[in-house]
């Protein structure tokens, strides 16, 4: 399996790089792009090209990280979330009129959507160790478990103790019961008879 992911990991990283690198390049295309994608969220973006420029130099870093292995969830997280916005503005399918343009559209867009999905697959991957939700949940059993097992013995040592001052309570209360009986006696016996 490491021999697949040092194989899989360049070659996925391979499409951002390849974009990035154009971006930096060309920016303008694409900066209309974001622009009209900005205006249609609310925002505004003063400098589009500066915005692409930095959103290239960033697949570019993160490409490059998970083409090296080097924080390889992280760097696919970092892709797969400026996939989504980058999709939506440079492949609108829906938008096209001409039936040839719209079918290269959707193949772009499809592709994009396979590139998504890679994305999150080697953002999971875990090389084979279990994912935190797994360690927190055994350590949460076995914290669980120390617990109860402390409460039963802590039960265990108060059940005696409790054991222990009952008995002694008996005793004392049989001992001041009979000593009771005895002076009771022992006035009986002065008393005189009728």
Known sequence: MAVLRRISRPLLATPFVIEGVRALRKPLPLATGAESWARRLG?????????????AAVQIGAGGLLA???LPRTASLVLAAGLVPATLAEHAWWKEEDPGLRKDQLLEFVQ??????ALLLSAA????????????????????????????????????AIDTVGSGASAAASGTGRAMHSAAGSARAKLPHR
């Open 112 to 117: 994009r959507i396979g590139l998504f999905g």
């Open 125 to 160: 991957d875990t090389h084979g160790k279990p994912s935190a939700a797994y360690r927190a949940r055994t350590v949460t059993a076995r914290g669980r478990k120390k617990a109860h097992r402390a409460t039963a013995k802590a039960g265990g040592h108060v059940h005696a």
């Open 43 to 55: 925002a505004r973006i003063d400098d589009p090209p500066h915005v692409v420029r930095l959103n």
């Open 68 to 70: 090296l292995g080097r």
